[in-house]
C-alpha cells in the first residue's frame, strides 16, 4: 500500500500536532489516557486540530492502557494509550506489559520533564527508556522533535509485523513545542492494522508437518491466542478435518474454532480445562501447537502432553518453539498463511481422514464435562453458585457477546463452560499477568472498538475494588456495558490456594463486605443486587436489554468451596 500523507508538505509544526498527525497517518481512531501538567501541549494539539480521533479521559492511567489493550483485541487496529510523567509512567506499565506478553499492539505514550530539565530534581523526573525497555517490545524516548515522525512509524512497524507487541514512546515538554518538517508527517498506513505483513513457514518443514499430521493415529492442535491473532480460524477448522484431528485451545487461544464444532476440544489446561478433557490430551500421539507458547497453565506444568509425544509447533516467534518439548518440525510462520499453507500440502499429497472417531470421543467427554456443569448450574443453594451465573449469561446474552473476565472466580468458569458458538475474539481474559482490576476498564475499551456487540465485563470483588472508578467514564460515554461482580467478601483464588496447599491457614485474604450495586448507582449506573438463584435470570435479562450501563452485585458461591475447573485445586 502507498504512503498516506495527511497534511500539506510544506512548512513546519509543533511535536505535539505532529505526533497527532502522525497517529492520525496510521488510521488510529481513539486514545485512552489521562491529562499531566506535561501533557499540556499535547492536549492543546488534540483540541485544536482536526484530526478526527476520539479521545477517551479515563480515571487511572492503568485504566488507559487496559482499554486500549481489549480495543487491540477486538478491533484489529493498534490501542493508542497515553500519560504524564512521574505517577503516570509508573502507572500506565501494568496494562503495557500485559498486552506485551499477550502479542497485543499497544502503543503507549507518555509525556516528559524537558531535555533541558534532566538531572536537576525536576519534579516527576525518572528514566522512561530504563523502566519501559524490559517491558515492551520497542521503546525510546524523543529527544529532538526532527525524530519524531520516524520514531512514530518505527513505533507501529515494531507493534504490528513479527510477533505483535507492545511500544512506547517518551515525549519530553520541550520536545512537543520544538519544530518538526510538514514533509515528514507521512505513515504507511497498513501498520495501523495487525499483522500488518505476514511471513510464510519454510515449505520443507510444511511438508513434514503434513506427512506427520497424516501418520498420526490421534492428532490433536492445542491452538493459543496467536490463531484469533491472525484470523486463522476458516484455515484451522479446514485443516482439522481434512486431518481428522482434535482442536483444544488456550485461554486466549478460546475462539480459535465455534465451541459447537464437532472437533472442539475446549479449553485444556490448569485453569479451565477437566478431567475429561485432559484425557484425550494426554491419549494424543502428536500435538500441533499453534500460537500458543506452551507454558506452564496450558499444559499442567509440562505434564500434559506427556513427554514422548510428538511435537509440531507453529508460532510467529521462532524463540518460543523448542523450548518445553522437543519439536520434531517448527513451522515459524504467520499462523493464516502456515495452515493454509498446510491445508493446501494436505490436500496434494494427502487423503482426508475421516474425524468420526475424534468427534465421537469429543462429543463423549464434552457429555461427562456438560454433564457435572448441570447439576451445579441448575442448583438452588445459596450464596449462588458461579456455574449458575455462566449458565443464565450463557441462555440471555446474543452469540456475537463479548466477555471480558477478570483473572480470578471469572476466568475459569467461563474458559471451561461458556460455548462460543462463533469462532473469533469473543472471550477476552488477561493471562499474561492476571492483574486483577483488568476487566471493568477493558471493557470499555472492547466497547470503544466492536460497539455493535454486547459487552460484559465479570469480575470478583476484589478486582472491583481496584478500579470502580472507571465507573464514572463508562456513564460519560454512554456505554451499555453490563458489569457482574462475583462477591463473595474475600481474595478467593488466593484463599483457595490457601486452602488445598497450606492446610486452611487463612491469612490476608478477606475483607468486609461491599454494597456493589449501591456503588454503581452512585456513579449513576443501573444496578441489580441478587442473592436469591431464583432471581437471577429475570435480574440478567433486564440488565442485558436496559439500554445504559448496568451492574449485577451477585452474592456468590466463595471459591475455596467450589468445584472450579482449576486442576491444582481438585483433591
Known amino acids: 500500500m502507498d504512503s498516506h500523507r495527511t497534511i500539506p508538505s510544506d512548512g513546519t509544526l509543533g511535536g505535539a500536532e505532529a505526533l497527532v498527525h502522525m497517529l492520525h497517518a496510521h488510521g488510529v481512531k481513539h486514545v485512552f489516557g489521562l491529562c499531566g501538567d506535561t501533557s499540556l501541549p499535547l492536549y492543546d494539539a488534540f483540541a485544536r486540530l482536526p484530526h478526527g480521533i476520539a479521545h477517551v479521559l479515563t480515571r487511572d492511567e ?47 505514550i507518555t509525556t516528559d520533564i524537558s531535555v533541558s530539565a534532566r538531572g536537576r530534581y525536576t519534579l516527576t523526573e525518572l ?27 518505527t513505533a507501529f512497524r515494531q507493534m504490528t509485523t513479527g510477533k505483535p507487541g507492545a511500544a512506547h514512546i517518551g515525549l519530553p515538554l520541550d520536545v512537543q513545542r520544538e519544530p518538526v518538517d510538514a514533509s515528514d508527517i507521512w505513515a504507511q498506513r497498513e501498520l495501523g492494522l495487525c499483522p500488518a505483513w505476514r511471513s510464510a513457514p519454510d515449505p520443507a518443514a510444511v511438508t513434514c508437518a503434513a506427512a506427520l499430521l497424516a501418520a498420526a493415529e490421534r492428532p490433536l492442535f492445542i491452538c493459543g491466542g496467536g490463531v484469533v491473532i491472525a484470523g486463522a480460524e476458516v484455515e484451522l477448522a479446514a485443516l482439522a478435518q481434512h486431518a481428522g484431528a482434535m482442536v483444544a485451545t488456550t485461554i486466549s487461544g478460546k475462539g480459535s474454532i465455534a465451541e459447537n464444532h464437532p472437533l472442539a476440544l475446549g479449553v485444556v489446561g490448569s485453569n479451565g480445562g477437566t478431567p475429561a478433557t485432559r484425557e484425550l490430551v494426554s491419549r494424543a500421539d502428536l500435538v500441533v501447537f499453534v500460537g500458543c507458547r506452551a507454558g506452564s497453565v496450558t499444559t499442567e506444568k509440562w505434564s500434559v502432553p506427556k513427554r514422548g509425544t510428538r511435537i509440531v509447533h507453529v508460532d510467529i516467534d521462532p524463540g518460543v518453539i523448542g523450548v518445553s518439548y522437543p519439536t520434531e518440525v517448527a513451522l515459524v510462520g504467520d499462523a493464516k498463511l502456515t495452515l493454509a499453507a498446510l491445508n493446501a500440502e494436505f490436500a496434494r499429497n494427502h487423503k482426508a481422514r475421516p474425524d468420526k472417531l475424534a468427534a465421537a470421543a469429543i462429543a463423549e467427554a464434552k457429555r461427562g464435562k456438560f454433564d457435572a456443569f448441570r447439576s451445579l448450574a441448575e442448583s438452588a443453594a445459596t450464596p449462588i453458585r458461579p456455574e449458575r451465573v455462566v449458565a443464565e449469561l450463557q441462555r440471555v446474552l446474543p452469540r456475537d457477546a463479548i466477555i471480558v473476565a477478570d483473572p480470578g472466580t471469572p476466568c475459569p468458569y467461563f474458559a471451561a463452560y461458556y460455548q462460543f458458538d462463533d469462532p473469533g475474539r469473543h472471550f477476552i481474559s488477561n493471562r499474561a499477568h492476571g492483574a486483577l482490576g483488568y476487566s471493568l476498564s477493558a471493557a470499555l475499551g472492547a ?38 461482580v462475583l462477591s463473595n467478601s474475600m481474595y478467593g483464588w488466593i484463599k483457595a490456594g490457601q486452602k488445598t496447599s497450606y492446610g486452611g491457614r487463612y491469612f490476608g485474604v478477606d475483607f468486609q463486605q461491599t454494597q456493589h450495586a449501591r456503588v454503581a448507582e452512585a456513579f449513576g449506573v443501573k444496578a441489580w443486587r441478587v442473592e436469591d438463584p431464583a432471581q437471577l435470570r429475570a435480574a440478567i435479562a433486564a440488565a442485558v436489554q436496559y439500554p445504559g450501563p448496568t451492574l449485577l452485585d451477585i452474592v456468590c458461591q466463595p471459591l475455596p468451596e467450589s468445584a472450579a475447573p482449576v486442576s491444582e485445586w481438585i483433591v
Open 62 to 108: 492503568r485504566s488507559a492502557a487496559y482499554m486500549a489493550d481489549a480495543y487491540a483485541r477486538v478491533s484489529g487496529r493498534v490501542g493508542v494509550c497515553e500519560g504524564p510523567s512521574g505517577g503516570g509512567a509508573t502507572y500506565i506499565l501494568p496494562g503495557l506489559v500485559e498486552a506485551n506478553e499477550s502479542s497485543v499492539p499497544v502503543l503507549g
Open 127 to 153: 528514566d522512561q527508556e530504563s523502566l519501559f525497555r524490559p517491558l515492551t517490545k520497542w521503546n525510546t524516548v524523543i529527544d529532538r522533535a526532527s525524530k519524531l515522525p520516524e520514531t512514530v512509524r
Open 447 to 484: 466497547w470503544h472498538g466492536r460497539p455493535q456487540s454486547k459487552v460484559v465485563a465479570v469480575m470478583g470483588d476484589g478486582s472491583f475494588g481496584f478500579t470502580c472508578g472507571e465507573l464514572e467514564t463508562v456513564v460519560r460515554c454512554k456505554a451499555p456495558i453490563t458489569f457482574v
